[in-house]
């Protein structure tokens, strides 16, 4: 499952999505829009991507921890859109045999996402908007 959404992410379902009888470990990241960034109260939050551009590259981050790691799922799902505070803007679940493998590929796989998808990020604030510089930031 790798999908770019623009309504609300079922987290139950990508989970069910990596799931698997020799999967001793589940891990997920779910990225959640806060109230606050940068000093300012965040109203919400913009995504926008190219989308296709942005599930070619979410597929290579797959496939480069599929090679690294012994996994037996691997899902990522990003939304696009308005996103309120509390919502999940992007979900990863990752199975293997083992929780550090697990860990270990969730991490590179958010990680590496926020530094080569495009995908941009603007934040909206009480008194004004920007666009955030590079999406890891």
Excluded: N
């Excluded at 790691?69 to 045999?97: C, K, M, Q």
């Amino acid at each position: 499952m790798i999908e770019l959404v623009t309504t609300p992410i079922d987290r139950e379902q990508v989970v069910r999505s990596v799931a698997s009888p020799q999967a001793g470990a589940v891990a997920t990241f779910d990225g959640v829009v806060r109230d606050h960034a940068r000093g300012k109260s965040v109203t919400h939050l913009y995504y926008e991507a190219y989308p296709e551009m942005a599930k070619t590259e979410m597929v290579k981050i797959r496939k480069q921890a599929l090679e690294r790691w012994p996994l037996h799922g691997l899902a990522i799902v990003h939304r696009t859109g308005r996103l309120e505070v509390g919502e999940s803007s992007v979900f990863i679940a990752v199975a293997s045999a083992h929780r550090a493998d697990a860990f270990e590929a969730c991490r590179f796989v958010i990680d590496t996402l926020k530094t080569s998808v495009p995908i941009w990020k603007k934040e909206h604030y009480r008194d004004g908007e920007v666009w955030i510089e590079g999406y890891g930031a």
